[in-house]
């Protein structure tokens, strides 16, 4: 097979990066996509760096050997951390969040301060801030952990109380930094999009730009597969494939509202360790 026909392989350390599909599918939909999501040992988001690189290296891995044309790294914490190994150890094309997410905050900024919300493990990582100084050294960056939005997000409370709540908490300290530029560093983020607007427009001054890693990297997938020439000549809808390490009914449960659209039941499948 030609190797534009072969699919684009997507991981993330849970069901969360189906928000990066799913804007993969809008702008790319004959894209053929193998998902993967690592379900046995997310969160990523709370643990070291070290294990997220690793963990990151084997769903890479898993998702080559399968033989995709190109790796798309859905979640912001891999993306953080493991982009730069990922890079140098395989040789496709590599695509993250952190990068294509920095460039649209840079381009939506007009005072360049920009505020940044994601796990404990992206804001620990400082890959955000690193991204966006390199472009323009002269940028602000304020940076919000929010371990509590994942799990509201799973539990499908995109606007109830406690939720907005919660993210009173978590903006509040970046509102007052002034920023007019909210980069939405984790892949959970977009389905709280609306609740985040309302609590924004309730304690925020002057309107916030909301920036989608999920949707800013789907542009990127779809300018390096082209600078490439890698896009698929196919007319059809590509189908999507998806894996996972753990619980396929969860996912199965949980998938469509990510998504957007229903996606055949995942395999079950085991990954193999790396040496680190
Ligand atoms: N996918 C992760 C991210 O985007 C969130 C969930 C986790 O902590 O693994 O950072």
């Not at 004959?30 to 643990?47: H, M, Q, S």
């Not at 059809?236 to 009914?249: K, L, N, R």
Request: with cysteine.
């Amino acid at each position: 097979m030609h190797t534009k026909e072969l699919p684009i392989g997507v991981f993330d350390s849970g069901i969360g990066g189906l928000t990066v599909v799913r804007q993969i599918r809008n702008i790319l939909p004959n894209e053929e996509i193998f998902y993967l999501g690592d379900t046995a040992r997310v969160p990523y988001g709370t643990k070291s760096q070290e294990t997220v690189i690793r963990f990151a290296c084997e769903d890479a891995q898993f998702l080559i050997e399968k033989g995709v044309k190109a790796v798309v790294v859905a979640c912001n914490t891999a993306s953080a951390w493991s982009l730069p190994v990922l890079s140098k150890r395989f040789g496709l094309p590599i695509c993250g969040v952190i990068q294509p997410g920095a460039e649209a905050a840079l381009i939506s900024s007009r005072s360049k301060r920009v505020g940044v919300i994601g796990t404990a493990a992206t804001v620990r990582s400082k890959a955000y801030k690193s991204a966006l100084r390199d472009r323009l050294g002269k940028v602000q960056v304020f940076a919000q952990a929010c371990p509590l939005l994942v799990p509201l997000a799973e539990a499908g409370w995109f606007m109830h109380p406690v939720t907005l709540k919660v993210l009173e908490e978590y903006l509040m300290p970046l509102v007052i930094e002034q920023i007019d530029t909210l980069i939405l560093g984790c892949t959970h983020y977009p389905l709280l999009k609306r609740a985040i607007r309302k609590v924004l427009k309730q304690i925020a001054p002057h309107p916030i730009q909301l920036i989608d890693s999920a949707e800013s990297c789907a542009v990127h997938v779809r300018r390096r597969l082209t600078e490439l020439d890698l896009l698929s000549t196919s007319s059809a809808i590509g189908p999507i494939h998806p894996f996972v390490t753990d619980e396929p009914s969860r996912f199965c449960r949980m998938s469509r509202q990510f998504l957007g659209f229903p996606v055949p039941a995942p395999e079950l499948v085991q990954l193999k360790e790396s040496r680190g």
